[in-house]
């Protein structure tokens, strides 16, 4: 009977052949969770509860219900129990008034900082535990950026997985010590938004794309940092809209039983992404727990597949009861574990949705809470890792920092504050309301954004520092009039600094059409510094982006400033005028031109207008080479290169050593050793660990970001290895002339490959190369490592 259930995804894989080399392989039953990792007494405890249940309440506990948040489990009185509140998203509470937008995971890569990463996790917590909420929908490292077009990148933190899977980990503990659950997301594959869901093309229903890759990309790649996240003890995860070999993300028995419930070691639950489930018993066997938004859902139109089909399945016998049980001890276990069942605030009736669920359907259900303003102090910290989050790219002839100039000019139209309302999540006019022209854009949009209780606009930072000495501060936020000869206006001309101020949109749901910055900001850049000689250019918004004025000599400092959050006016200015020394890296590459990257967007007229069910696929045939891994396999020449970004002062790197923990380690780990969350645990065994030493040689404070890069021997990795691969970063901050030493463990999974064959990892047996830089192309020390 269930060997029958994985057919389901694949029966209409006929159309393409290229489609029928990657199928998903049946892989059940589901594995019960255990509550290895440190949940053994909450699990006990979600095991007392689910014996109390009926059948009827269980099946509820398994399915949304409308209700206060973006999706909801119902309460049962009865049992004291108060309900679940899910609410969206990875950088604020999206709908909540008297909450904070903090910085975008974009700009928290940026910052390449592990303790900023944490403690933005941790106020994130803080902030949906005073508002009611149990679950947070976020972080994101899927998308990872296989595409640099891809529409949500942003949210996730960069198309490294090592970088990910680093901030990933720090963004999940930081939450989950403030009592609020993760819910790591969009599990997996989900790398362009473009056909990331069914549609109907002339009354036939097409299918969404199929994210077809093979198991050693899967593992090096895609899941690794996913296997952070779960090592990190994420309590959910969801699963995505698109299909992967051919399966639906979340019926798909390979990724959801395989590799993340037996292979990881996943113990929490698998929710579905919104109106993301396709089939009720086939997904639940598959390893899917919990439905969202479950029985009301948007439209009449979409079934829930749970609910009342779950009781009617158990009591036909197609469904067994164990496996119902285990996706609630699942979803119950994580809730024990940060003990949500003690004093959990009740939900904040301001922090609803706009939109979801009529207030007439449910509010019986739920106790709702005043109005609390969650802030608290979140602000600095907010315009701390909005700075460090900036990535000083160009600076000719030390222009920044600036000192004191008198005649500041302040150009273009992201410049100025918000001009059509504090929300790019519009049910009226759509995700994309977020793309109008004049107003600054802290974050993205769609369900990732935040409605801002205030945002300090650029413009507004710098008139109040030119303010503290008597400057004069000339503006025009207008890109039109900057586009069409508006300069004139200027006296006097040129000013001795002008600050241009670029956009780029994106948002869920779209993928973005062009990696220049909208609102001819190309003519807006060579406008302005066609009459200042000294033009500083600042980028806000999504990334990667090329900047076709780059090498004009009148632009003399350029800034990647990415989606700083509510402080963004503020975070540039302490850059601008140096009481934020800038430490920001590219957590992505620039090129030289749009046409230098790999599109990697399945996309035309004659796909979106074809009635071909299985018409969308996206075969990931570049394997593990996206981003600076394609760069480097190609020898090209880049704008600005993964891990870059210059300072205020200058660092030099000396003293490489390699100290191997374990010499003739074995090839694999252990078959007989412990699962835990994570993997294998001789996995996260440290194997070896590089130093280096690192002094500040300039003469102002000022940090930095060493990065480790490893280069496995591709004789034995096969041939689809990356040149070299990011395995260790710390940032150093040092005063002028002092120096200090950093270490980088590296554990066995960091200098492993993935043996297809046989299904585990393995060390290399020839010499690894290594390098300790600035840069994944600055690489000042080398070295090697055999073990
Ligand atoms: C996808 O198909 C490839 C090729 O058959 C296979 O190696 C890989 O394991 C499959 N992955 C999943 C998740 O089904
Ligand atoms: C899960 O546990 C139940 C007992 O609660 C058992 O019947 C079932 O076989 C177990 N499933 C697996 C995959 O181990
Ligand atoms: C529910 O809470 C009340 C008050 O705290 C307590 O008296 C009662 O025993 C609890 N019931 C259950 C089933 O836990
Ligand atoms: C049960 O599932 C079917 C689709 O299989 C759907 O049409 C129906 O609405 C579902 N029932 C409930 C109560 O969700
Ligand atoms: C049992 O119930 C499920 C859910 O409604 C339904 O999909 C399935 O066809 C039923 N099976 C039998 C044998 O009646
Ligand atoms: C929610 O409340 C409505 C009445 O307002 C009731 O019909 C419904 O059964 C309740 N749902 C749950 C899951 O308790
Ligand atoms: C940079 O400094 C050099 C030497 O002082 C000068 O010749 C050059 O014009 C300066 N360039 C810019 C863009 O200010
Ligand atoms: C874009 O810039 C060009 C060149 O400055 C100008 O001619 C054109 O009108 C601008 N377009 C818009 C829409 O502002
Ligand atoms: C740079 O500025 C100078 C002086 O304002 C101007 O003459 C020159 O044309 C500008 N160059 C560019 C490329 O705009
Ligand atoms: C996808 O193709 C359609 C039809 O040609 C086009 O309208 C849309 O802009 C494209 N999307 C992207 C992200 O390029
Ligand atoms: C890459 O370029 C460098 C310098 O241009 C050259 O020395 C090296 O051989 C090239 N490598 C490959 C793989 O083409
Ligand atoms: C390395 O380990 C293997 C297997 O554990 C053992 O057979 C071999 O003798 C060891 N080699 C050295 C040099 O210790």
């Known amino acids: 009977m269930r060997q029958s259930f994985p057919l389901i995804g694949l029966v209409c894989a006929t159309a393409s052949v290229a489609a029928l080399d990657y199928l998903s392989p049946p892989v059940y039953p589901s594995p019960n969770i255990t509550g290895s990792g440190g949940w053994e007494a909450a699990l006990s405890k979600a095991q007392a509860f689910v014996d109390q249940l009926t059948l009827e309440e269980k099946a509820d506990m398994v399915t949304g219900t409308p209700g206060p948040c973006t999706g909801n489990i119902a309460p049962i009185p009865r049992l004291n129990f108060s309900g679940l509140c899910l609410q969206d998203g990875p950088l604020a509470i999206r709908p909540a008034i008297y909450a904070s937008v903090f ?23 803080e ?72 549609s109907v ?93 479950g029985g009301i859902p948007f439209t009449s139109a979409t079934p829930s597949y749970f609910g009342e089909n779950v009781t009617i399945a158990v009591n036909n016998g197609s469904l067994a009861i164990e496996r119902v049980n285990d996706m609630i001890l699942r ?33 019986h259900n ?152 909208e609102w001819n900001s190309t003519a807006v850049v060579e406008n302005v510094a066609s009459v200042c000689p000294n033009t500083v250019v600042v980028l806000h918004g999504a990334s990667p982006n090329v900047l076709p004025w780059k090498d004009n000599a009148n632009v003399t400092a350029i800034l990647a400033a990415h989606f700083p959050g509510q402080e963004t006016g503020n975070s540039i200015a302490d850059v601008l005028w140096g009481d934020v020394n800038p430490a920001g890296k590219l957590p992505y590459t620039i090129a030289n031109q749009e046409s230098d990257y790999e599109k990697n967007l399945v996309n035309s007229t004659e796909l979106v207008e074809s009635t071909d069910p299985n018409a969308w696929q996206a075969t990931f045939t570049e394997g593990q080479l996206i981003d600076y891994k394609e760069f480097d396999a190609q020898n090209k020449s880049v704008a600005y290169e993964f891990g870059f970004g210059l300072s205020y002062t200058t660092f030099e790197l000396s003293d490489i050593q390699v100290n191997v923990a374990a010499t003739n380690a074995s090839r694999t780990p252990s078959s007989t050793a412990k699962i835990i969350p994570g993997g294998n645990e001789e996995l996260w065994v440290t194997l070896a660990t590089v130093s280096a030493t ?23 990795a096969g041939p689809g290895t990356p040149v070299r691969v990011l395995r260790g970063f710390e940032k150093v901050a040092l005063a002028a002339g002092e120096t200090a030493t950093f270490e980088f463990p590296l554990v066995r999974r960091d200098i492993s490959f993935w043996d297809t064959t046989a299904q585990t990892w393995r060390l290399p047996s020839s010499r690894i190369g290594l390098a300790v830089g600035f840069s994944s192309r600055d690489l000042k020390l080398t070295g090697e490592l055999t073990v």
């Open 103 to 125: 910085p975008a995971g974009l700009s928290t890569a940026a910052s390449w900082d592990k303790g900023l990463a944490h403690q933005r996790g941790l106020y994130i917590g």
């Open 127 to 198: 902030e949906f535990k005073g508002k009611g909420s149990h679950i947070a929908l976020g972080p994101v490292v899927g998308p990872l950026g296989r595409s640099p077009f891809g529409g949500r990148n942003w949210e996730g933190f960069s198309p490294d997985s090592y970088l990910s899977g680093v901030l990933v980990e720090e963004t999940i503990t930081g939450m989950q010590s403030a009592g609020v659950q993760a819910c790591t997301k969009h599990y997996i594959l989900n790398e362009q938004e473009t056909q990331r869901n069914p």
């Open 201 to 293: 093309v002339n009354g036939v229903a097409v299918d969404a794309i199929s994210s077809n890759l093979d198991d050693q990309t899967m593992h090096e790649t895609y899941l690794w940092p996913f296997a952070n996240a779960v090592h990190a003890g994420t309590a959910s995860l969801m699963c995505s809209y698109n299909r992967i070999n051919g399966s639906y993300g979340c019926q798909n028995s390979k990724t959801l039983n395989g590799l993340l419930k037996e292979e990881l070691g996943f113990q929490g639950y698998v929710m579905s992404d919104w109106t993301a489930t396709h089939a009720g018993v086939p997904a639940i066997e598959a390893g899917l727990d919990m439905n969202m938004p």
């Open 331 to 363: 979803i119950l276990t994580p809730y024990y574990a940060l003990g949500q069942d003690a004093n959990f605030p009740p939900v904040d009736r301001t922090s609803q949705p706009l939109s979801f669920f009529p207030e007439a359907e449910w509010v």
């Open 366 to 517: 739920f106790t709702l809470g005043p109005l609390v303003d969650v802030r608290a102090q979140h602000a600095s910290l907010i315009r701390e890792l909005g700075a460090a989050g900036t990535v000083l790219l160009k600076n000719t002839n030390n222009t920044l920092p600036l000192e004191q100039p008198q005649e500041i000019g302040v150009f273009g139209n992201d410049a100025a504050d918000l001009t059509a309302g504090q929300y790019s999540l519009s049910v009226s006019t759509g995700l994309a309301s977020g793309d109008y022209d004049i107003g600054t854009l802290p974050v993205g949009g769609g369900s990732g954004t935040g409605r801002y209780s205030y945002v300090v606009p650029p413009l507004d930072a710098i008139k109040a520092r030119g303010q503290t000495y008597g400057a004069h501060v000339q503006y025009i936020t207008d890109n039109f009039v900057i586009s069409n000869g508006g300069l004139t206006s200027l006296a006097p001309t040129p000013p001795e600094v002008c600050i241009v101020f670029l956009k780029s949109w994106a948002s869920e749901g779209e993928d973005r059409t062009t990696l220049i910055a």
């Open 694 to 716: 690192v002094k500040n040689t300039g003469d102002v404070t000022g940090a930095t970001v060493p990065q480790l890069y490893v280069s496995l021997p591709a004789s034995e």
